[in-house]
């Protein structure tokens, strides 16, 4: 059986709080956005991997990311890459 391709939780943020070492987009750590990248996680891993990091944002953080993630599993691209994209358009 093929492997589902599960898309990143990575909404093009990209910057670490230096306290807690989390993304202040998806909320993972450097070790957690590395083990995405690996042949051999699991999709279940991931799964996992997407709540807990959700568990780790709370209010317009939290919101923001739901979006945002939500549009990168409709288009294939989260919102701030689509606004980069207009930008160089216009």
């Known amino acids: 059986m093929d492997k589902i391709e599960l898309y990143s939780p990575c909404i093009n943020v990209c910057k670490s709080d230096p306290i807690t070492g989390y993304c202040y987009g998806c909320g993972r750590t450097n070790d ?7 042949e051999n996680t699991t999709n279940e891993w991931k799964e996992e991997n997407i709540r807990v990091s959700s568990d780790r944002m709370t209010g317009w953080q939290l ?3 739901k979006k945002s993630y ?3 599993i409709l288009t294939g691209k989260s919102l ?5 994209e207009q930008r160089y358009k216009d």
Do not use: G, H, Q, Y
């Not at 701030?80 to 980069?84: A, G, S």
């Open 70 to 72: 939500a549009n990168k």
């Open 63 to 65: 919101e923001s990311f």
């Open 80 to 84: 701030i890459k689509e606004l980069k």
């Open 32 to 38: 957690e956005i590395k083990s995405w990248r690996e």
